[in-house]
Nanobody, 120 residues
Framework: QVQLVESGGGLVQPGGSLRLSCKAS????????MGWYRQAPGKQRELVAT???????NYADSVKGRFTISGDFIKNTVYLQMNSLKPEDTAVHYC??????????????WGQGTQVTVSS
């Protein structure tokens, strides 16, 4: 089994910053990609950013220039630095990892989600 545990969400004013962290643990052989997705009320889950073990990153257009994703694939941890936050960033943010375990086929694993609320 693989578990992903997020931390760092909360309430912040517009223009503020937050840093999300997510650590994967369990029967992990390797992780090739980690990322962050978010889901606002009444909307579908959407990509925020991903990072590969090779260091390649991908961002949603809506967060480019404001958010920075980084990964430590030795510690199986991914971070999301969020700056210049806007009310439209309000959502539950989910950590994702594509994991090859000691048993079974590689697949996506998800965290439970952490709430980010941007409001004055």
């Amino acid at each position: 089994q693989v578990q992903l545990v997020e931390s760092g969400g909360g309430l912040v004013q517009p223009g503020g910053s937050l840093r999300l962290s997510c650590k994967a643990s369990g029967s992990i052989f390797s992780i090739s990609t980690m990322g962050w997705y978010r889901q606002a009320p009444g909307k579908q889950r959407e990509l925020v950013a991903t990072v590969t073990s090779g260091g390649s990153t991908n961002y949603a257009d809506s967060v480019k220039g404001r958010f920075t994703i980084s990964g430590d694939f030795i510690k199986n941890t991914v971070y999301l630095q969020m700056n210049s936050l806007k009310p439209e960033d309000t959502a539950v943010h989910y950590c994702q990892a594509f994991v090859r375990t000691l048993f079974g086929r590689p697949r996506d694993y998800w965290g439970q989600g952490t709430q980010v609320t941007v409001s004055s």
